[in-house]
Protein backbone atom coordinates (compact mmCIF):
# COMPACT_ATOMS: atom_id res chain seq x y z
CA UNK A 1 0.00 0.00 0.00
CA UNK A 2 1.51 3.01 -1.14
CA UNK A 3 1.49 6.42 1.52
CA UNK A 4 2.50 9.99 0.42
CA UNK A 5 5.67 11.26 1.96
CA UNK A 6 4.92 13.48 4.46
CA UNK A 7 4.90 17.16 4.25
CA UNK A 8 7.19 19.32 5.25
CA UNK A 9 4.57 21.49 7.28
CA UNK A 10 1.69 19.88 8.21
CA UNK A 11 -0.56 21.90 6.95
CA UNK A 12 -3.79 20.19 6.92
CA UNK A 13 -3.65 19.08 10.56
CA UNK A 14 -2.79 22.32 10.76
CA UNK A 15 -6.01 23.62 9.48
CA UNK A 16 -7.98 21.05 11.12
CA UNK A 17 -6.68 21.95 14.86
CA UNK A 18 -6.35 25.41 14.91
CA UNK A 19 -9.64 25.99 12.67
CA UNK A 20 -11.76 24.02 15.68
CA UNK A 21 -10.10 25.58 18.13
CA UNK A 22 -11.09 28.63 16.49
CA UNK A 23 -14.80 27.96 16.27
CA UNK A 24 -14.97 26.85 19.76
CA UNK A 25 -13.22 30.04 21.29
CA UNK A 26 -15.60 31.75 19.12
CA UNK A 27 -19.06 30.14 20.27
CA UNK A 28 -17.17 31.13 24.11
CA UNK A 29 -16.91 34.51 23.16
CA UNK A 30 -20.47 34.24 22.12
CA UNK A 31 -21.77 33.19 25.07
CA UNK A 32 -19.64 35.03 27.33
CA UNK A 33 -21.16 37.92 25.60
CA UNK A 34 -24.87 36.93 25.78
CA UNK A 35 -24.67 36.87 29.64
CA UNK A 36 -24.05 40.72 29.22
CA UNK A 37 -26.72 41.30 27.16
CA UNK A 38 -24.85 41.90 23.92
CA UNK A 39 -26.72 41.12 21.28
CA UNK A 40 -26.40 41.41 17.67
CA UNK A 41 -26.98 45.30 17.35
CA UNK A 42 -22.76 44.55 17.41
CA UNK A 43 -20.91 44.02 14.24
CA UNK A 44 -18.62 41.13 15.36
CA UNK A 45 -21.28 39.66 17.58
CA UNK A 46 -23.21 39.46 14.28
CA UNK A 47 -19.90 38.08 12.70
CA UNK A 48 -19.44 35.28 15.67
CA UNK A 49 -23.15 34.63 15.61
CA UNK A 50 -22.99 33.57 11.54
CA UNK A 51 -20.00 31.81 12.09
CA UNK A 52 -20.96 29.65 15.47
CA UNK A 53 -24.99 29.24 13.85
CA UNK A 54 -24.31 26.24 12.26
CA UNK A 55 -23.35 24.15 14.87
CA UNK A 56 -25.59 25.53 17.86
CA UNK A 57 -28.92 25.20 16.52
CA UNK A 58 -28.62 21.95 15.20
CA UNK A 59 -27.20 20.71 18.67
CA UNK A 60 -30.58 23.83 19.92
CA UNK A 61 -32.96 21.53 18.13
CA UNK A 62 -31.71 18.56 19.76
CA UNK A 63 -31.05 19.64 23.63
CA UNK A 64 -33.13 22.50 23.67
CA UNK A 65 -33.41 24.18 26.75
CA UNK A 66 -33.05 22.95 30.56
CA UNK A 67 -35.01 25.09 32.90
CA UNK A 68 -33.55 28.50 32.30
CA UNK A 69 -30.17 26.74 31.01
CA UNK A 70 -29.51 26.83 27.17
CA UNK A 71 -27.04 23.64 26.90
CA UNK A 72 -26.38 23.29 23.26
CA UNK A 73 -23.12 25.60 22.96
CA UNK A 74 -22.15 22.25 25.57
CA UNK A 75 -23.32 19.93 22.70
CA UNK A 76 -21.92 21.69 20.00
CA UNK A 77 -18.85 22.24 21.95
CA UNK A 78 -18.31 18.60 22.49
CA UNK A 79 -19.02 17.86 18.75
CA UNK A 80 -16.54 19.65 17.63
CA UNK A 81 -13.94 18.46 19.98
CA UNK A 82 -14.84 14.90 18.69
CA UNK A 83 -14.77 15.81 15.01
CA UNK A 84 -11.55 16.94 15.42
CA UNK A 85 -9.96 14.01 17.12
CA UNK A 86 -11.55 11.74 14.38
CA UNK A 87 -10.36 14.07 11.72
CA UNK A 88 -7.08 14.49 12.61
CA UNK A 89 -6.87 10.40 12.77
CA UNK A 90 -8.10 10.18 9.66
CA UNK A 91 -5.10 12.33 8.49
CA UNK A 92 -1.87 10.39 7.06
CA UNK A 93 1.38 11.08 9.71
CA UNK A 94 2.94 14.45 8.50
CA UNK A 95 -0.20 15.74 6.78
Known amino acids: MYTPPPLPVPIFSFLVRYGIN ?3 LAMLVRAIASWF ?4 RYAFIRFLARLTDP ?3 PARRVVGQVGMFDLSFFVAWFG ?12 PYGW
Open 37 to 40: RMDE
Open 22 to 24: FLI
Open 80 to 91: LLILQVLLLQAL
Open 55 to 57: FIV
